[in-house]
């Protein structure tokens, strides 16, 4: 599980690839320190290359939505995977982000 | 079909899962939504285990057993841990919360229960025993 992480015009981005499952979780976590440091910001989640997401996965979504409530900025997430958006919807999370 | 996956209560474990179901999809001809639901409700499960059946730093085994009855897809996974019933111990969640009332936790068992038909527990000879089934 990787992602990369890239900024222009004040716009976060970051792309997600490979498999977040419970074993991912505390790799990703590290890994995605930078956005919650930019949670002022606009941040883009390119979900096109998640390949699967459990519930622990999803909660790394929260915090990082958590975070940009509490410090002004926002979270869209692109390119989602129908199976990984089934994920969102059945738990409620897919009105807590903006998607495209 | 039957098949059997012993693991370890180590949280490196999990990727196999998916091997496991995997394998399980191509043998039943299930699709891909199919296989990635079952990956799903199997992690949850047994991440539970691996989190919180057993006391930090023994290690200890336990199973997961697949097989089908007619329509129906059977996973039933035994630990040894302590008597923990997940159905009953999980927290209500409602997913009409905003994102600043909606808490990190509990989403497991719930995935479990919307995703598959049945969801029942027992304790019996000493083993946590938590049956999924889906109808395929």
């Not at chain 1, 519930?55 to 410090?71: D, V, Y």
């Not at chain 2, 996956?5 to 199919?34: H, S, W, Y």
């Not at chain 2, 019996?124 to 109808?135: A, D, F, H, P, W």
Request: charged share 20%.
């Amino acid at each position: 599980m990787t992602i990369q992480i890239t900024e222009e015009n004040g716009t976060v981005t970051g792309v997600l690839n490979g498999r977040l499952d419970t074993a991912a979780v505390a790799q990703f976590t590290q890994d995605m320190k930078p956005l919650m440091e930019q949670a002022d910001k606009h941040i883009v989640l390119d979900c096109e290359k998640l390949s699967f997401i459990s519930s622990s996965g999803l909660r790394l979504f929260l915090s990082l939505r958590k975070e940009t409530i509490a410090k002004g900025g926002d979270v869209t997430i692109m390119n989602v995977p129908p199976e990984v958006k089934q994920v969102f919807t059945i738990t409620g999370f897919y009105s807590l982000f903006q998607f495209q | 079909m039957e098949k059997q996956l012993t693991l370890v209560n180590k949280i490196e474990q999990i990727p196999q899962l998916a091997e496991f179901v995997e394998q399980i999809c191509e043998e039943l001809g299930l699709d891909v939504a199919m296989n990635f639901n079952l990956n799903l409700v199997l992690e949850e499960a047994v991440t539970n285990v691996i989190m919180y059946a057993f006391p930090q730093g023994e290690e200890h085994t336990f199973t997961l057993k697949a097989w089908t009855e007619g329509n129906k897809l059977v996973f039933e996974l035994r630990d040894q841990g302590k008597p923990f019933n997940p159905i009953e111990s999980a927290p209500e969640v409602d997913t009409t919360l905003s994102a600043d009332e909606r808490e990190i936790g509990g989403l497991g068992i719930f995935l479990i229960q919307k995703i598959m038909d049945e969801v029942s527990y027992q304790y019996e000879g000493q083993s946590n025993i938590l049956t999924m089934v889906k109808v395929i």
